[in-house]
T-cell receptor, first 115, second 117 residues
């Protein structure tokens, strides 16, 4: 069965500082990997996804993530955080045997940004 | 505007009183899904539908029903709600998934906060 772990429940960074949100997954083969962001009172918006090819993927809002097969990780990074990035972030894994239809989400990481 | 619309946004009900949360999408998506979001647990899939009249259980289907009579609508039904179904619910839809590896993006609704007393 596929599973996702986001070890950090809360993270606080200063505006302008760099950010890394951790995501570890469990899946028997190469999975589909996603990062979603949820702003307060909103649904989820896709930041980026990895299906195949280059293991460093670029997303919207200046985010990027790197797939590391040896570490079963898909960490999300941003070089310089803006106050508007404060939100909850979810990592998700989709199985290739069902074309990624069944997504399993991590527990989420709430990001707070200090001025 | 492409969107997934859920109604209502907020709902307070009592144990045992049947309720339906509606979900509608205007993108002609074949795939639709329901999730519940609980603190520390992320989103867990309740049911999903690959197309009209095709539905399947997700990870936490107990206590829920769905139907897919039309492509655009995918209502979530709680026949006899219980307090442990108090949660934030999200509907989502995406483009066809017949081809493995095809790029797919989930579109989420704004959520329905349900409280069962």
């Amino acid at each position: 069965a596929q599973s996702v772990t986001q070890p950090d429940i809360h993270i606080t960074v200063s505006e302008g500082a760099s950010l890394e949100l951790r995501c570890n997954y469990s899946y028997g083969a190469t999975p589909y990997l996603f990062w979603y962001v949820q702003s307060p009172g909103q649904g989820l918006q896709l930041l980026l996804k990895y299906f195949s090819g280059d293991t460093l993927v670029q997303g919207i809002k200046g985010f990027e993530a790197e797939f590391k097969r040896s570490q079963s990780s898909f960490n999300l990074r941003k070089p310089s955080v803006h106050w508007s990035d404060a939100a909850e972030y979810f990592c998700a894994v989709g199985g290739r045997n069902n074309a990624g239809n069944m997504l399993t989400f991590g527990g989420g990481t709430r990001l707070m940004v200090k001025p | 505007e492409a969107q997934v619309t859920q109604n209502p946004r907020y709902l307070i009900t009592v144990t045992g009183k049947k309720l339906t949360v509606t979900c509608s999408q205007n993108m002609n998506h074949e795939y639709m899904s329901w999730y519940r979001q609980d603190p520390g647990l992320g989103l867990r899939q309740i049911y999903y539908s690959m197309n009209v009249e095709v539905t399947d259980k997700g990870d936490v289907p107990e206590g829920y029903k769905v139907s897919r009579k039309e492509k655009r609508n995918f209502p979530l039904i709680l026949e006899s709600p219980s307090p442990n179904q108090t949660s934030l619910y999200f509907c989502a839809s995406s483009t066809p998934t017949r081809n493995r590896g095809q790029t797919r993006k989930l579109f989420f609704g704004s959520g329905t906060q349900l409280s069962v007393l």
